[in-house]
């Protein structure tokens, strides 16, 4: 039996339902599940993974400048387009998940489902999931993901719709412009999809969008099975050069719990968002600002947070801080406190009064390494590795007693 994954079955079904997308406009229906590739229930049947922990990791992050930091995931599916779960199982994982925001950007034109849901309204996941999301305390973001044939520039979330349906549009480009009359943040999905490279590649048409002030920002990490195309340093150069707002999503179509490590300390692709209070009109005006980071578990590897150093730098300074436990010179303990939910990674650069290893790892919690003093103010530059600033570039800080 053929084993895919999420990837596989995304981009076939993807496939299958653009196929369908011409009798779609002329009002016969998306493609159907009839029409999804042979073989649907192998695709469907994707084993977890052997080791899973039971509980997911909760991350919390310090409020930061006088903003309220929330975790968004803002691209994720439901039965409603090509998802695997219904709307109300989406926010219940969110809240177990220690979300504070999400969107249910189900496609517009890929519904292999439509002829198992009677009501396939482009509103209706919004709907189901509202009365959910306010009592488990979510903040739910209306919004669609306009999805088109090749090039894969062709994949858009526009969020804070109003009316959904004005989204059917016969063109790419005007389904776009009615997302932008709605005065909608609209981003550009996974600029690696469907590459032959596992490299982000620019479109002219994102220049035009640009441009006509219709594209807001860009995914710099999507998914999160461990595929080199899921987060594109690249793309975050991309941001910077255009200024346009950084997101990371997970893109989910299975239920989270069988793509996460939780016994591992994996967990979906966060945005951190920098909003002036918790509110749907905060989180609004935070994305169209700029404000966010990304949390991202970088598979076997290393947790990141991903972003322009002046929101990391005050999370880090938050976090962070370490004492000697002494004074004077000799055999030392220096206590380091990390407050961060992953562990810290640091190089260390240049120091002066104070002797440590080239490297410190330094988990959540408070640690106490054994140092050497050598008199003298103390002064330590040191690099953090999985805090990225842009590409290739690691934060750099600056620590003194």
């Known amino acids: ?76 599916h439901t039965v409603f387009s090509d998802g695997d779960l219904r709307p109300g199982a989406r926010v219940e994982e969110a809240k177990r998940e220690g979300l504070d925001v999400i969107c249910l950007s189900d496609h517009v034109e890929v519904r292999p489902f439509k002829a198992d849901i009677a009501n396939m309204d482009l509103g209706r996941a919004y709907e189901l999931a509202l009365p959910k999301a306010t009592a488990s305390d979510i903040l739910l973001i209306p919004g669609l993901e306009i999805t088109r044939s090749e090039p894969y520039a062709k994949h858009l979330n526009a969020l804070f719709l109003k009316d959904f349906n004005a989204l059917i549009t016969e063109k790419f480009e005007d389904a776009v412009r009615a997302a932008a009359k709605q005065e909608a943040f609209i981003f550009w999905n996974h600029p690696a999809w469907g590459q032959k490279e596992p490299k982000a590649t620019w479109y002219p048409q994102m220049d035009e969008f640009l441009k006509e002030g219709m594209l807001h920002g860009f ?11 899921d987060y594109q340093p690249d793309v975050m150069d991309w941001c910077q050069k255009h200024r346009v707002t950084m997101l990371g999503n997970s893109d989910a179509h299975k239920a989270t719990a069988y793509l996460t490590d939780w016994s591992a300390g994996e967990h979906r692709p966060m945005t951190l968002v920098f ?13 169209f600002a700029g404000r966010t980071a990304i949390y991202y578990y970088l598979p076997g590897e290393r947790d990141l947070l991903i972003g322009d150093e002046k929101w990391l730098l005050p999370i880090f300074n938050r976090c962070f801080n370490y004492t000697p436990k002494q004074t004077g010179v000799g055999p030392n303990e220096v206590i380091f406190e990390n407050d961060l939910p992953f562990t810290l990674e640091l190089k260390t650069l240049n ?40 590409k290739e570039r690691r934060m750099n800080i600056e620590l003194s007693v």
């Open 275 to 287: 909003a002036r209070d918790r509110s749907v009109e905060a989180v609004r005006e935070a994305l």
């Open 1 to 76: 039996m053929e084993s895919l994954t999420r990837r596989d079955f995304l981009k076939k079904g993807s496939l299958a339902g653009l196929a369908g997308a011409a009798s779609f406009f002329a009002g016969d229906g998306c493609a159907s599940a009839q029409q999804l590739p042979e073989g649907r229930e192998q695709m469907l049947r994707i084993p977890r993974r052997q080791g899973r922990g039971n509980q997911p990791v909760n991350p919390k992050f310090p409020n930061i400048g006088g903003y309220v930091t929330l975790l968004a995931d803002l691209h994720q």
């Open 219 to 229: 995914e710099v990490v999507n998914g999160f099975e461990g595929d080199a195309r």
């Open 351 to 390: 120091t002066s009064g104070i002797k440590l290893p080239e490297k410190l790892q330094i988990p959540h919690g408070s640690s106490t390494f054994a140092v050497e003093t050598l008199g003298g103010p103390i002064r330590v530059e040191a690099e953090v590795l999985n805090f990225h600033i842009g």
